[in-house]
């Protein structure tokens, strides 16, 4: 796959779970990765094209500093991925707590506004571009006791398409990949009698992500890409 060598790529949640394999996957294409995540960058392992940042993306404040560090260190941002969420559920929406519900929208969706926000613009500028996010099946195909979460991947979803349609003439494209579970160790944790050989491998994800990158994708815009596994 072409074109990675002199791109950077940022990457939110990039100590997370799934955050792993994907600073990974870019990291072998030759690109430089700005990792970005919450108390990391002293635990991040060395490499000469990995910049680790501190970033607490809740905030604007915190995406434009990011994305303003990724700028000052390598002039350009050639894509944002966007790994950050986060998953509460097992109630009925009526008794779901006001706390989760904005929890879920905190992480789920508007450390997204603030980091397209922040990033978008450069791109622009540029005329080239790759917003890519991380959604949900549960936000195509709401289940019960789930809907604070079901409801801001959805959202997202919404976002990502209605910013492709903004950006479609401008070189820029934004897309959607929408796993169902992903087999990372909390999922594990938090599910030890499920069958995790029928999750999605975080290694598959970000070979997709790597792909949608590309210059290969540039056809692909507004979409949002199951990858479900066999769950």
Avoid at 24 to 48: H, I
Avoid at 126 to 131: D, E, N, S, T, W
Avoid at 203 to 208: D, G, M, P, Q
Wanted: aromatic letters at 4%.
């Amino acid at each position: 796959m072409s074109g990675f060598s002199e791109q950077t790529i940022l990457i939110t949640g990039a100590s997370g779970g799934l955050g792993a394999a994907v600073v990974r996957a870019f990291l072998s294409t030759g690109a430089t990765v700005v990792g970005v995540s919450m108390r990391w960058a002293a635990k991040a392992e060395p490499d000469p094209r990995l910049l680790a940042l501190d970033a607490d993306l809740s905030n604007f404040e915190g995406a434009r500093q990011a994305v303003t560090a990724a700028l000052e260190e390598t002039g350009r941002v050639d894509a944002l991925v966007h790994l950050v969420g986060g998953f509460s559920g097992g109630k009925p929406a009526a008794e779901t707590s006001e706390d989760d519900w904005e929890r879920m929208m905190s992480l789920n969706l508007r450390t997204a506004c603030h980091t397209i926000r922040a990033a978008l613009p450069h791109m622009l500028k540029a005329r080239r571009g790759r917003i890519l996010a991380i959604g949900s099946r549960t936000g195509l195909e709401p289940g019960a006791g789930t809907s604070a979460y079901n409801a801001s991947k959805a959202a997202l979803h919404a976002l990502i398409r209605s910013v492709a349609a903004e950006v479609k003439d401008m070189g820029v494209t934004a897309n959607a990949v929408v796993p169902s579970v992903i087999d990372t160790p909390a999922n594990r944790a938090a599910m030890p009698k499920a069958d995790p050989s029928l999750w999605v491998r975080p290694e598959a994800i970000a070979s997709l992500l790597v792909w949608l990158a590309s210059e290969e994708a540039g056809d692909v815009n507004g979409a949002l890409i199951p990858i479900y596994g066999r769950a």
